[in-house]
């Protein structure tokens, strides 16, 4: 195997909290191994374009604590097609790179794996992404910034709720993954989490909120994942007042807020963990590979794995939510 000598880093997918400083920790442990390091700025977009430079222990000064990424996130239809891979390889060769740390999700890493069989160029993924649905680490970067973000809106939401005696629909991130809804339902004490895992008829709803209301609750709070299978929370609200006009139903799209924002020190930890690992395990000759932290542990995933083998959401969360919402 080629030795490692120069080592790229990117960010793609999504922004989340804490990319910048899995970024850094790449950096870093990159110098510390006296290995090279370059920044591809844009993701793969910034790949098949070339726009790489160097970086060094400086260029990642005081990022730690910033949100978004400094190294820029893109889609790249480009590197979709055969002939975009094949002008990226070519302008890792240019800038003289052994390997690449990819720092994102399920799409970020579904690239990486078709170029490591495409070239046999070595890559290895570290897990960022306020969705947290990726096999092979318990938590993704972002993640735990993203529910803090959540559980701080649906706090203020709820001060209304209160007052007014109403009940909202508040929308939170998750396309395919209930993960930040299931999570915070729970923190935030909703009397119903939609996800996209499971359907929920709007019979049941109506049914909950017309029991807590004999119960002598006056106010709800029902989160609902935007990929959520019996629709999103302008529908959702819709549907209910069709069916229970008696309710004051408003609706609250928390949308890109959940990714913004300084990383928590969850965050900060993880990401600086995952960051020195990335680095260390390439250089101990793993390609094609996440690392996740799993049970307090640094563990590998092959990416075909991480990318197929969809997390589910612990039942057990599911049934607090129930108990703890009558
Ligand atoms: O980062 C993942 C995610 O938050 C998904 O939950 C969401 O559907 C998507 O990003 C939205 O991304 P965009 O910025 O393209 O709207």
Redesign the pocket.
């Known amino acids: 195997m080629k030795p490692i000598k120069k080592i790229a880093v990117f960010t793609s997918?999504?922004?989340?909290p804490g990319m910048n400083a899995a970024v850094r920790a790449v950096v870093r442990a990159a110098v510390y191994n006296d290995v090279q390091v370059a920044g591809i700025y844009r993701g793969y977009e910034g790949m098949v374009e070339g726009d790489i430079e160097e970086l060094d222990v400086r260029s990642v000064n005081h990022i730690l604590q910033r949100g978004g990424t400094f190294l820029k996130s893109a889609?790249s239809d480009a590197f979709r097609t055969k002939e975009g891979r094949a002008k990226g390889y070519q302008k890792l060769l240019q800038k003289g790179i052994d390997a690449v740390v990819a720092i994102g999700?399920d799409g970020t890493f579904t690239g990486a794996h078709i170029f490591n069989k495409e070239f046999d160029f070595p890559f290895i993924g570290i897990p960022g992404?306020?969705?947290n649905d990726l096999d092979g680490t318990d938590y993704t970067i972002g993640f735990d910034t993203a529910l803090n973000t959540v559980i701080d809106a649906v706090d203020k939401i709820r001060d209304t709720a209160a007052s007014h005696n109403r009940l909202f629909f508040v929308e939170v991130?998750?396309?395919?993954?209930g993960f930040?809804a299931a999570h915070a339902g729970v923190a935030s004490g909703a009397l119903a989490t939609l996800i996209p895992e499971r359907e929920t008829s709007i019979e049941s709803i109506v049914e909950k909120l017309d029991e807590a209301r004999r119960k002598n609750k006056t106010s709800s709070v029902i989160i609902v994942a935007?990929?959520g299978k019996s629709g999103d929370a302008t529908e959702l609200a819709r549907q209910v007042a069709e069916k229970a006009p008696y309710y004051d139903a408003k609706v609250t799209i928390l949308g890109?807020i959940?990714?913004g924002g300084s990383p928590s020190c969850f965050d900060r930890n993880l990401a600086s963990r995952l960051g020195v690992a990335a680095v260390e395990n390439l250089l101990n000759g793993e390609r094609d590979c996440m690392v996740g932290i799993m049970n307090h542990k640094i563990v590998l995933t092959p990416f075909a794995k991480a990318i197929t083998d969809k997390l589910t959401i612990d039942p057990e969360l599911i049934r607090i939510a129930d108990i703890l919402s009558i």
């Open positions: 997918g999504g922004d989340a889609r999700g992404t306020i969705d991130m998750g396309r395919d993954a930040i935007e990929g890109h959940q990714r």
